[in-house]
C-alpha cells in the first residue's frame, strides 16, 4: 500500500517561496503518475501539476512560470517549487499518485500521466500540507 506525506507548508508574505516534498512509502515514485493538487476553503480540489514518466510536468495553465513540479526517484521524492506566491494561492496542498501501470483485459498498459489533472484520475493521496500567503 503506497502511503504519501508532505511537508514544507507555511505561511509566508506575497511574492515569498515554498518548496513542498511528498515522499512515497511503501513503493518508488517511478512506478506511479505523480501530481500536486489544491484545494482552498470553500472550492473545489483543483489540479496543480502532474509529473510524467520523463520528469517533466504539465500545469494547470494560469500557474505556469511561477510553479515548478521535479520529481528525484532516488528518493522517492517529488517537488513543488512554488515562486512569486500570491494570497490566492492559500490553500491546502495535496500530492496524489496512481499506479502507472493499469490492466485492460489481458493486456497492460500505461498512462499518460502528464495528461491527469482531474482528482478522479488518483487513488493515493496524502494528507496535505497547509500553504498560507498573507499580502
Known amino acids: 500500500q503506497l502511503q504519501l506525506v508532505e511537508s514544507g507548508g507555511g505561511s509566508v508574505q506575497s511574492g515569498g517561496s515554498l518548496r513542498l516534498s511528498c515522499t512515497a512509502f511503501?513503493?518508488?515514485?517511478?512506478?506511479?503518475?505523480m501530481a500536486w493538487f489544491r484545494q482552498a476553503p470553500g472550492k473545489e480540489r483543483e489540479g496543480v501539476a502532474a509529473?510524467?514518466?520523463?520528469?517533466?510536468?504539465n500545469y494547470t495553465e494560469y500557474l505556469k512560470g511561477r510553479f515548478t513540479a521535479s520529481q528525484d526517484t532516488a528518493r522517492s521524492t517529488v517537488y513543488l517549487q512554488m515562486n512569486s506566491l500570491k494570497p490566492e494561492d492559500t490553500a491546502m496542498y495535496y500530492c496524489?499518485?496512481?499506479?502507472?501501470?493499469?490492466?485492460?483485459?489481458?493486456?497492460?498498459?500505461?498512462?499518460?500521466?502528464?495528461?491527469?489533472?482531474?482528482?478522479?484520475?488518483?487513488?493515493?493521496w496524502g494528507q496535505g500540507t497547509q500553504v498560507t500567503v498573507s499580502s
Open positions: 496524489a499518485a496512481i499506479s502507472r501501470a493499469y490492466k485492460s483485459g489481458l493486456l497492460y498498459y500505461l498512462r499518460h500521466c502528464g495528461a491527469l489533472m482531474s482528482r478522479d484520475e488518483y487513488r493515493y
Open positions: 511503501g513503493d518508488t515514485v517511478q512506478y506511479y503518475c
Open positions: 509529473i510524467d514518466s520523463d520528469g517533466r510536468a
